[in-house]
Nanobody, 118 residues
Framework: QVQLVESGGGLVQAGGSLRLSCAAS????????MGWYRQGPENQRELVAR???????IYADSVKGRFTISRDNAKNTAYLQMNDLKPEDTAVYYC????????????WGQGTQVTVSS
């Protein structure tokens, strides 16, 4: 069982930056896609960014050009660099590791709060 622990959240003014980290308790193989999701107070959990096979990225339209997902396999850590933050980015951000091959496997972190003030 792999545990994912997010860190790096906090309070920032609009236009500021934060870098979220997701540390895994064990090595996560390359057939796992790493993703960041977020959930606002009255919203469903939504995909923010996903990294597949190390170089194939998917971003929500609302964060394209502002957020960057990356992964350091040597450190078993994934990152989400968030620039030009907006109040609507306020949410709890969750890290996810999802196996893209058989059998299916899926891990979630506990979440980290990001609050952007206007």
């Amino acid at each position: 069982q792999v545990q994912l622990v997010e860190s790096g959240g906090g309070l920032v003014q609009a236009g500021g930056s934060l870098r979220l980290s997701c540390a895994a308790s064990a090595r996560i193989s390359s057939d796992y896609a790493m993703g960041w999701y977020r959930q606002g107070p009255e919203n469903q959990r939504e995909l923010v960014a996903r990294l597949i096979n190390g170089d194939n990225t998917i971003y929500a339209d609302s964060v394209k050009g502002r957020f960057t997902i990356s992964r350091d396999n040597a450190k078993n850590t994934a990152y989400l660099q968030m620039n030009d933050l907006k109040p609507e980015d306020t949410a709890v951000y969750y890290c996810n590791a999802h196996r893209t091959t058989w059998p299916p496997d899926n891990y979630w972190g506990q979440g980290t709060q990001v609050t952007v003030s206007s």
